[in-house]
């Protein structure tokens, strides 16, 4: 194994540890007595995730950061515009375990966004090679993650809909949004290889599977 092979095998054994280890104090802490106390920790978790993801890139360019850039605008914006009108993704308002936020929109959804697009796109890379496939596996894996989530959101107060009642309006735009980025990412001429993708993706999934059996 030459030094650059080495370098990328023990940051990516330092992210994994890393987000394994976030992700079970999270589950533990987020279903016990102090879960309030655990639910402000969510935007620590969510930036080392993005911070890990971004390490372990392979061959990072600048059109690669302009396009971090836009999905994270991107999704930060159809946010504001999903809570301002509820014509996205139907009637849900936030709550406060995702930080600051401007016009009722936390700051860092825009971040959850391109964590979950560099995540699921790393997946469709290495299965599949049609570009067009990939971008419909990636945001179905997208929403699947997302079908997790949203049973929870309220109890760790992510976002809140309306009696609890998710529209299906909301996967469809999911998926929607989804694909529309990931088309854009295939087409552009950087690197989709990232290792810590699969293992992002695999831990979320488990992670919120493990909370929902827990806290429902």
């Given at each position: 194994m030459d030094l650059v092979a080495q370098i990328n095998s023990r940051k990516l054994f330092i992210s994994i540890?890393?987000?394994?280890?976030?992700?079970?104090?999270?589950?533990?802490?987020?279903?016990?007595?102090?879960?309030?106390?655990?639910?402000?920790?969510?935007?620590?978790?969510?930036?080392?995730?993005?911070?890990?993801?971004?390490?372990?890139?392979?061959?990072?360019?600048?059109?690669?950061?302009?396009f971090v850039a836009g999905v994270y605008t991107a999704g930060f914006f159809v946010e504001v515009a999903g809570v301002s009108t509820g014509f996205v993704?139907?009637?849900y308002q936030y709550g406060n375990a995702l930080g600051p936020q401007w016009n009722g929109t936390p700051f860092l959804i825009g971040a959850n966004w391109l964590i979950l697009v560099i995540s699921s796109g790393a997946v469709a890379e290495h299965f599949f090679s049609a570009k067009i496939v990939k971008a419909v596996i990636a945001a179905t894996l997208m929403v699947l993650l997302d079908s997790f989530i949203e049973p929870l959101a309220g109890d760790l107060?992510?976002?809140?809909?309306?009696?609890?009642?998710?529209?299906?309006?909301?996967?469809?735009?999911?998926?929607?949004?989804?694909?529309?980025?990931?088309?854009?990412?295939?087409?552009?001429?950087?690197?989709?290889?990232?290792?810590?993708?699969?293992?992002?993706?695999?831990?979320?999934?488990?992670?919120?599977?493990?909370?929902?059996?827990?806290?429902?």
């Open positions: 540890a890393v987000l394994v280890i976030l992700h079970a104090v999270g589950y533990f802490g987020l279903t016990s007595e102090n879960a309030p106390f655990f639910q402000k920790l969510t935007p620590a978790n969510l930036i080392v995730t993005l911070v890990l993801l971004i390490w372990n890139q392979k061959n990072k360019n600048t059109i690669w950061y302009f993704f139907g009637e107060n992510f976002w809140y809909w309306p009696e609890d009642s998710i529209p299906v309006q909301n996967y469809i735009a999911w998926w929607v949004i989804a694909f529309v980025m990931h088309m854009v990412y295939q087409f552009l001429p950087v690197s989709r290889t990232n290792k810590s993708g699969f293992w992002v993706y695999g831990i979320f999934i488990v992670f919120f599977i493990a909370l929902g059996i827990t806290l429902h």
